[in-house]
Structure formats: structure tokens, C-alpha cells
């Protein structure tokens, strides 16, 4: 036989033991139950079985049969209107083995009439002749049978309640303990039932497969009837032909995904970390790449005893917060951007697995990356796209690139020796970009050793002989010509 437990796992709070089976408790959700007649869910826990209208009608019933064999148990809270005098006519808790769309309106509080069918009713109308007692009352009836005075009496005596037409809930409670027989009912903390019942041999001929549920009914009185199931435990019955759900056995997902991520062909399934036994884990907990998942179907609250075995493969992804890349801006209006640039910026140290793009859906699709190998050209400010590789996954973050007037870097210091390294006088941002500029050069005399422009840096010769100066401190005099007419003037030292 399957493992049997309900879909809604909110409250795994109470597990009974009862002949070798458990028992798994659920609070309320309206999909695991069928509405009866004009009953309606009103809120999350909350359904109205009748309006204060004659000759109404509501029921609440299990979606599916449970299995009386073994223990149940159910809490809920009842609300029997405001009408005292002229209100009618009560709620009942009624188990029977027909179908989950059982009543019919008038002064049988809703399940008059059905048989087999045992019920605790809680009566608020005197009904001459039928009742045992004109106060608001509870019993335990068979077959329907409560137009019967004697029928109130068939297992337990009547019990007196206050009135509880008052406007105000009511606390219901009711045990089934399968190995003795014995069911006991509370009512506003109250026990008012305990006895023991062979409800199988005595009502069902020897059945076990039950709904469960409860009725209200009004005829030419009127009130209004609602119920909030709390909490119930039972085994469902009829579980063993529920398969597992289908699904790939490998799944792969990028950065952060969770249990209920995982794709299955069900719509109500159970997670596990285990392939038999064990707790469901909540969808909402994350999946560890290399781990393997246990799933499970739920069809009417009966669980497939198989599970579907899903490898879960999770990648990291990078996802950097790119700050805009300012590059400078030459003569000529263009600018040129190191690639490398957006890889430092993005943490990437292998260029294998970046690309960069000039649209996004370029990105998505993978066509006309650029050409990382050389500079690239930037006539205007642009948003650019950098495709980021890990694994099976990508990213695509979008990074601003921002031609800027950059200010000359001036060096202090450079070594005319011809040895290929720092031979020149090189001032960054200044030449093919200030194209207007004049330099001259000083002697600590006061001498003009050097003067040039765009096309003419300073080798560390004197102006007309091409010797080399002599090593030393010499001075410079920069004019930028351009629309702030900058001059910037200071030193640099000259060693071979």
C-alpha cells in the first residue's frame, strides 16, 4: 500500500499513531475540500454555509474518502448567527461514504436523509415531536434520522447547550481513536461526548472509506451558518494508484534557485531530500548544485508512494554593479576604450568567457560581438553590453562608456638615453589631442632649449644641435591654446 499524507504540509504539528499507520495533520485550504449547496469560502479559513435566507442549504465535504481505520481528528470553530427565538437550525458533523456533494435544505440541519451517515448535530431549534428538549442541543445520529426523538438517544444521551445563537464562535472539537472505537467531542473547551462506537460494522456494513464534513440547513427560520476548520489529521484512502510526477532527471539553473523551481509534470507535489521516508522540505528552500531532490505527486490528498529523482546542477553567475568608464577624448572627437578596462571592472580574468556587444539583443543571440583585440573606437558616449560566461549560464550587464576632456599628465622625470624605454618627454593626453599646443623647455639659466607642438615631443636635445642636455633639473612652459587657454608650468628632471 502507499505512504498516504496530505498535500498542505503549513502544519505537520500532530502525527497519531493508530495500528501500525500515521496519521498527518493539515490546516484549512479550500482546494482540498468540495462546497455543497450555497456554502462559499468567505476568507483564507472562513466559509459561510448559509445566509439568513429559508430554505438554504450549505455543506463543506472532504474532496476525498479517508480511511476510518486509522485515527482521526478534527478542531474548528462554529458560528451559529445572531436570531435566538426565530434562528434555525444548527450545524452538524456528519461522516458518510456516498459523496462529497450531500444535503438538503429545510429543519434537518443539512444531512437529514442521508444513509448511511453518522452525525453530531448541534441543534437550535425546537422542532415538537422530533426534538428531546426545546433548548439548543447536541446528539448523535445515524442515517440521517433526526425527525426521530428516539434516534437522539441511540448512543450517547442529548446534551443540554446554552444558547449559542449569541453572534459569538464556538470551539469544536472531535477525536476517532480507530483502535478502541472511541470518539470524544468537546464543545467551548467542554467535553460533552465520550463513548466507542463500532462506526464501521454498526453504520457502514463493514466499510471504511469515509467523507467528512459539515451541514447546515434552514427551512422558515433563518440564520446564518459559517465554519473555520482549524487543523484535521487523517489518512486519505484509495492513495495507491497516484504515480510520481514526470520530469527531466537533470535540471540546471543559474545563480539562486529553489525547490519549487524544479520542473515536474504535477501541479501539487512533495519535496524531499530522501528517496522513501523522511520530512518534506519547503519549496521555498534553496537548491545546492550536485544535490539530489526526491519529488512526490498529490492528487486529492493521496501521495504517490514513488519518487521522480532530480540532479540538481546550480552555477554562479557574475553579476557586477559596472560603474560608467570614462575614456579621453583626442583631437579628433574620438576616443579609444581599452577593453580591458571592462573586464578588470567586471572581475574577469578570462577573456574567453566575455564578450562585448553594442545591443542587448545582440548579447542575447550572440551576433557581431566586437573585436576585443585592439582598442576600441568611441565616436560618441555609448552603453555597451558585456556577455558574461560561467558554466551553463550567462549574464549580460550593461555598461556606460563616457568620453570625458581629460587634463594632461605631465611626468617629473625622464631618461633620453636611447634605450627604448622613457626616451621622450611624453605627456599623456596632450598629443593628437591638443593639437594647437606650444611647449617650451628651459634651462635653470633661463635658456630656451627645446620648443614643439603635436608633432614635435622633446627627445631631451637641445633645439638646433640634437645633443643631448646635460643631466638636470630643466623647466617647461605649456599652452594648451585651447577655449580656457590653460598654461601649466613647472619642472622635470633629465637622467640617463
Not at 147 to 169: C, K, Q, R, T
Request: hydrophobic share 40%.
Amino acid at each position: 500500500m502507499s505512504k498516504r499524507l496530505s498535500l498542505i504540509i503549513l502544519a505537520w504539528s500532530c502525527c497519531l499513531s493508530s495500528i501500525g499507520q500515521v496519521n498527518f495533520c493539515s490546516d484549512f485550504n479550500a482546494q482540498f475540500f468540495q462546497f455543497a449547496g450555497s456554502a462559499t469560502l468567505l476568507a483564507d479559513d472562513v466559509v459561510r454555509l448559509t445566509s439568513e435566507t429559508n430554505s438554504d442549504f450549505g455543506g463543506i465535504w472532504s474532496f476525498n474518502t479517508i480511511d476510518f481505520n486509522n485515527d482521526f481528528s478534527i478542531s474548528a470553530e462554529l458560528y451559529f448567527g445572531t436570531l435566538d427565538g426565530s434562528g434555525a437550525d444548527g450545524i452538524a458533523f456528519v461522516i458518510q461514504p456516498l459523496s462529497n456533494n450531500e444535503g438538503l435544505s429545510g429543519g434537518g440541519i443539512g444531512f437529514q436523509g442521508i444513509t448511511p451517515s453518522l452525525a453530531v448535530e448541534m441543534d437550535t431549534w425546537f422542532n415538537s415531536g422530533m426534538d428531546p428538549t426545546s433548548s439548543d442541543h447536541m446528539a448523535i445520529i445515524s442515517d440521517g434520522n433526526n425527525s426521530n426523538i428516539d434516534a437522539h438517544s441511540e448512543f450517547v444521551s442529548p446534551i443540554d447547550l446554552p444558547n449559542i445563537e449569541d453572534g459569538l464562535w464556538h470551539s469544536f472539537a472531535l477525536n476517532w481513536t480507530a483502535s478502541s472505537q472511541a470518539i470524544t467531542v468537546d464543545f467551548d473547551g467542554t467535553q460533552m461526548i465520550n463513548t466507542n462506537i463500532d462506526v464501521s460494522n454498526l453504520i457502514f456494513d463493514g466499510g471504511n472509506d469515509l467523507f467528512w464534513g459539515f451541514t447546515a440547513a434552514t427551512g422558515g427560520a433563518i440564520n446564518l451558518h459559517q465554519v473555520k476548520i482549524l487543523e484535521y489529521c487523517f489518512t486519505p484512502s484509495n492513495c495507491d494508484d497516484v504515480l510520481p510526477p514526470d520530469g527531466l532527471p537533470n535540471q540546471q539553473f543559474c545563480g539562486v534557485a529553489v525547490y519549487g523551481d524544479l520542473e515536474t509534470s504535477a501541479a501539487d507535489v512533495l519535496y524531499y531530500d530522501t528517496p522513501t521516508d523522511g520530512s518534506p522540505i519547503d519549496e521555498n528552500t534553496a537548491l545546492v548544485d550536485g544535490q539530489t531532490v526526491y519529488i512526490s505527486q498529490v492528487i486529492n490528498g493521496c501521495e504517490s508512494e514513488d519518487r521522480l529523482s532530480i540532479t540538481v546542477e546550480v552555477a554562479t553567475i557574475l553579476q557586477p554593479d559596472l560603474e560608467p568608464i570614462e575614456v579621453c577624448e583626442l583631437a579628433d572627437g574620438m576616443a579609444y576604450l581599452d577593453s580591458n578596462d571592462l573586464f578588470i571592472a567586471a572581475g574577469i580574468q578570462n577573456t574567453n568567457e566575455a564578450a562585448i556587444y553594442l545591443s542587448f539583443n545582440e548579447a542575447s543571440q550572440e551576433i557581431n560581438a566586437l573585436n576585443i583585440t585592439n582598442d576600441l573606437l568611441i565616436s560618441s558616449d555609448v552603453q555597451l553590453f558585456l556577455r558574461l560566461e560561467t558554466a551553463f549560464c550567462f549574464t549580460i550587464q550593461a555598461v556606460n562608456v563616457l568620453k570625458t576632456n581629460c587634463d594632461p599628465i605631465i611626468p617629473q622625470g625622464f631618461s633620453p638615453n636611447d634605450d627604448g624605454v622613457n626616451d621622450f618627454f611624453n605627456i599623456s593626453h596632450l598629443y593628437n589631442k591638443h593639437l594647437n599646443h606650444k611647449l617650451k623647455i628651459y634651462n635653470r639659466f633661463g635658456n630656451l632649449v627645446f620648443e614643439g607642438n603635436n608633432d614635435k615631443t622633446w627627445p631631451g636635445t637641445f633645439n638646433s644641435s640634437g645633443n643631448k642636455v646635460p643631466v638636470g633639473t630643466y623647466f617647461y612652459v605649456l599652452q594648451l591654446n585651447d577655449n580656457l587657454n590653460r598654461i601649466y608650468r613647472g619642472w622635470v628632471y633629465v637622467n640617463y
